[in-house]
Structure formats: C-alpha cells, structure tokens
C-alpha cells in the first residue's frame, strides 16, 4: 500500500511516498523530501511564522510534485494520504491540510489527520528490520514538545511524563540564544560541548536537574535561568563557551536519560524508543544507549534513522498508516490540537 504523507507543522515543508507491506507491517521510504526554511529564519534567531506561512505556501506543490515523481509513483496508485494536523503553528499547518483536503477531494483517496507527536513515534518504525515488543516507552524530545509516552500496542498511547515549562529542543535553542550562538540550538551547542570533551578539560560549572527525583514530569525552565545567571556573573563567559555548552548540554541528556528509565521500569517496557529533533543528538544517543545497557541489559533501544529525526513527512504516512487500520480512532487522534482542521 502506498501512502502519501504531508507536512508542515512548522518550518518543514515535507512530503513522502511511504510503501507498507500491510500483512508484515514492513515500510519502505520510496521518497523524502523536506524543503528547510532554516536559513531563511536564522537570521531572526526562531521561526518567523508570518514568513513560515508564507514560504509553505510556495514550497507545498512543488515538494509534492517532487515526492511522487521521486517515487515514479502517479496519484493512481496512492491509497490513502496523510496529513499532520497538529499540534504546530496554525499558519503553517493549514497549508498542509488544506492542499492534502484539495487533493483527497480530487483523486478521490481518505484522508487522515495524524498528530504530528505521533508521527515523530512513528520515526522509529520506519523501515525498522527487527519485530517490536510492547509495551514500549518512548522518549519523545523536540522544539515543542516533551513527552513520554506509554504504547501497549499501535493504537494505544498514553502521555505518561512530559514537560511543564520548555520542551529540551527549546532548551537547546534558548541556551543558544543566551550564549550568542545563533538557531538552531541543538546542532551548534553540541558542537561545542563536543570541542571542551575532546579538549580533556574537566567540567566546572554545575547546573542544576530540576524535578529529577519528582515522577517523570519535565522542567527546563529552571536550568535555562541558572545559566544565565551563571553568565552574567562570569565576565569570562565568552571565552569559556565550549565548557558551558558541555555543562548545560550534559544536565538536559542527563535529565532525559534518568527519566526514560524510570518510566521504562515502572511501566514495565520491553522496548525503549528515542524520537523528535532532539534525538539527533550523538550524545543523548550514547549516554542513554549506555544507561539501558546498565540498568535493563535485555530491553532494546530504538533510535531512528538521522535523517527521520526532524520534520519530515515519511514518519506522518506511517502513522497515518496505522490510524487507518484501526477501526476506531485512535487515542491520539482524540487528543486535543491546536485547531482541529475538521480532519
Ligand atoms: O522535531 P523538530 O524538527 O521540530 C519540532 O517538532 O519542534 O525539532 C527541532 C528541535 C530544535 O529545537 C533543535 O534545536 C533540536 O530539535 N535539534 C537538536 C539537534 N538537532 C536538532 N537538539 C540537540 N541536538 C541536535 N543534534
Ligand atoms: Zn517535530
């Protein structure tokens, strides 16, 4: 079955042909693309979403021109499309469902309103080779969201810790900001805390955990607050850039990391999953790769591929992929959105 899935919850404008193999569940990507507006917000520090609305508007047909072309797959042969509803930027979201409501009109296909949290879930099934065990527990970590979420199987989630102030993509960001260090965040501060680890310099500024003992809710507003104070008492800061981003970027994989495990244990997961922006993180990848090893030796890790770690509309096909199965909605098409598109 070949699904066509369409993004465009923030600054991505994306779109997928996503082939599944419906008895084995198995998908393969036949196209991807993402038209980045990165460049375009960087100099403004954070998306722009008067400019981000703008720039979907022009970018939605030829992306999914280039989608089914890439695929060598004509509108015929498509079953079913799939489009992010929410949650995001309203202004940015309403392209996408309206070109996906325009073309299912058309051609003539359903069409499924999938939550864009779930599809970043769904990151981590694309193209997966080995069979998934539930119950899982994944980790799903963003610009704007962060969440744990407890899956007995494909058509039940449940939000079992997320985050009460900044989600760790926006902690990222903010920090960034704060150190001069311009947007995204979470690429240029790792680049650096990378530079002060591979320098064998020990770490001398501490930063707090907040909530770390307290459930498995998040809060990072905190640890953004004492960095700055921590600047602004340090006339030295600008000099000691690389070491901050090491000490700011190690307290939120920290956090992260302990919380999943938690989670993991008290629910019982047989599998543990890693999904959103964040994910691309190597770090966070490591040191929570390391924690599992220790502390549940038999429970495998799930990372998705680099390049389904942000935006993208291959893992919103395969979400729609499996709202379409169930006979109901699901759990996540009851949550609220920002906007409900009517989908
Ligand atoms: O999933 P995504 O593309 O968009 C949202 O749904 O928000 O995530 C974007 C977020 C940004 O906050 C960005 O700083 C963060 O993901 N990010 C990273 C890395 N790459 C992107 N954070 C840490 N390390 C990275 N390598
Ligand atoms: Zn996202």
Not at 61 to 78: H, M
Request: charged share 20%; net charge positive.
């Amino acid at each position: 079955m070949y699904i066509l899935g369409i993004e465009s919850s923030c600054d991505e404008t994306a779109a997928a042909i996503v082939e599944i193999n419906t008895k084995t569940g198995k998908s393969k990507t036949l196209s991807n693309i993402i038209s980045s507006q990165i460049e375009i917000h960087q100099k403004y520090g954070g998306v722009i979403p008067e400019i981000a609305a703008r720039e979907h508007v022009l970018n939605i047909i030829p992306v999914i021109y280039e989608a089914l072309s890439k695929a060598k797959i004509t509108p015929k042969k498509i079953e079913a499309i799939a489009v992010t509803k929410g949650p995001g930027l309203i202004t940015s979201l309403i392209t996408g469902t309206e070109t996906a409501r325009t073309l299912a009109y058309v051609w003539h296909k359903p069409l499924i309103g999938v939550n864009h949290i779930a599809g970043h879930i769904y990151s981590d099934f694309l193209e997966l080779k080995q069979k998934i065990i539930f119950p899982l527990v994944v980790l799903t970590v963003s610009g704007g969201h962060t969440n744990l979420v407890l899956m007995k199987n494909h058509n039940s989630f449940k939000i079992i810790g997320e985050t009460r102030d900044d989600a760790a993509g926006e902690a990222y960001d903010k920090g960034a900001k704060m150190l001069d260090l311009g947007y995204p965040g979470g690429p240029i501060i790792s680049k650096y805390a990378r530079i002060f680890a591979e320098s064998g310099k020990k770490n001398t500024i501490a930063l707090p955990r907040p909530m770390i003992g307290n459930g498995l809710d998040f809060s990072f507003s905190g640890l953004k607050t004492a960095l700055l104070y921590k600047i602004q008492k340090d006339p030295n800061w600008e000099k000691r850039v690389p070491e901050y981003c090491f000490a700011y970027q190690e307290a939120i994989i920290d956090i992260l990391s302990r919380k999943t495990i938690t989670a993991a244990k008290k629910y019982g997961a047989k599998t543990i999953m890693l999904s959103g922006g964040v994910s691309a993180n190597l770090e966070l990848r490591t040191y929570l790769a390391a924690k599992v090893t220790q502390e549940l030796p038999k429970n495998p890790l799930i990372v998705p591929k680099l390049s389904y770690t942000t935006d993208n509309a291959a893992m919103i096909a395969l979400a729609g992929y499996y709202a379409l199965q169930s006979k109901t909605k699901t759990s996540w098409q009851k949550l609220k959105v920002d906007v409900n598109f009517g989908l």
